[in-house]
């Protein structure tokens, strides 16, 4: 099955097939999105040996709810959405979509109220962002996107992309359609950006016990059915494994077939759980999959690899 966003007008006028029992596709909820990830991300430091990492984090996740707010986007993405829909291309599709400022914005002011609480490297690697030129930072924008992470440092990548995510996330919420499932492939890609995920959610409440991959870029979250995996969609050499119990509130699930895992996060299990904060805080159950010879299938937005 593949996720197709169609303006709401035309979904009006479809048939009803288009307004299924599982919603395939959910649009980011911006309010107070980083600011529970930054209370997260700071609870689960207090006793990871990552802490001082994830407070790292938690920096750049509270300077990204203030800037959210200072620098709301207005945009009408109307006309984009009609031109993709026909096709089913993701309307903010990472490799097609032209950039506007308004993401470099973003990075500056992010730059402006993270810099008083960084130190050392960090604060030496925002300085250097702060005095790169629009061209420069678009290049690295570029090279992300690409998967070239060698061209960007790997201290730069979190700042960049902290930004790009702040600017797509604004315009997935600004999306003026519905999503529809049809039988196609890749819905190991997000449907609103084709970005990955950075891992998936069981969820509770009313979509109880339904697994959504949630994308590292534009905080959209889309369905894929439990017990197959999200990467080849194969069914028959699934595991999952865990560190601490069978009622870990993380799990990895890995694929024989294609040799990869993502993460597992169970809300039922924990209710606090948030993709971003729990897949970095246990890098440790990542260490124990790369040893069992699988890689990760996801990204996390703080975990770039690089120069």
Excluded at 82 to 91: M, V, W
Excluded at 133 to 157: G, H, P, R, W, Y
Excluded at 284 to 295: K, N, V, Y
Aim: some cysteine; hydrophobic content about 40%; aromatic content about 8%.
């Amino acid at each position: 099955m593949t996720i197709r966003i169609i303006p709401q007008e035309q979904l009006e006028k479809s048939d009803k097939n288009a307004a299924d029992f599982i919603p395939p596709l959910l649009f980011p909820r911006l309010k107070n999105l980083y600011s529970r990830r930054a209370a997260r991300l700071r609870e689960l430091a207090e006793k990871n040996p990552l802490g001082d990492y994830l407070r790292f984090a938690a920096v750049v996740a509270s300077a990204q709810e203030i800037v959210l707010y200072d620098h709301p986007l207005q945009m009408d993405l109307h006309a984009r959405l009609l031109a993709t829909a026909a096709s089913g291309k993701p309307p903010l599709d990472i490799h097609t979509l032209p950039r506007d400022h308004h993401w470099q914005r973003l990075l500056h002011s992010l730059i402006a109220e993270m810099k008083p609480e960084m130190t050392g490297q960090a604060l030496a690697s925002l300085e250097n962002l702060e005095k790169a030129s629009a061209t420069e930072l678009e290049t690295m924008a570029s090279a992300l996107f690409s998967n070239e992470f060698s061209q960007v440092s790997s201290d730069k990548s979190p700042f960049i992309w902290a930004a790009l995510s702040l600017y797509w996330a604004q315009m997935a919420a600004l999306i003026p359609g519905k999503a529809h499932a049809e039988y196609g492939e890749q819905r190991q890609f997000c449907p609103v950006c084709a970005s990955v995920p950075v891992a998936s959610v069981v969820h509770m409440g009313t979509q109880g016990g339904l697994r959504y991959l949630h994308c590292n870029l534009c905080e959209s979250e889309w369905y894929v059915v439990r017990s197959k995996c999200s990467n080849c969609e194969q069914t028959r050499d699934l595991h999952y494994w865990s560190l601490d119990s069978e009622v870990a509130p993380v799990k990895a699930e890995s694929c024989g077939d294609c040799g990869t895992y993502v993460k597992m996060l169970y809300q039922e299990k924990d209710p606090a759980v948030e993709p971003v904060a729990d897949d970095l805080a246990t890098l440790i159950l990542d260490a124990r999959m790369e040893q069992e010879g699988f890689s990760r299938s996801s990204l996390n937005p703080f975990l770039f690899p690089g120069e």
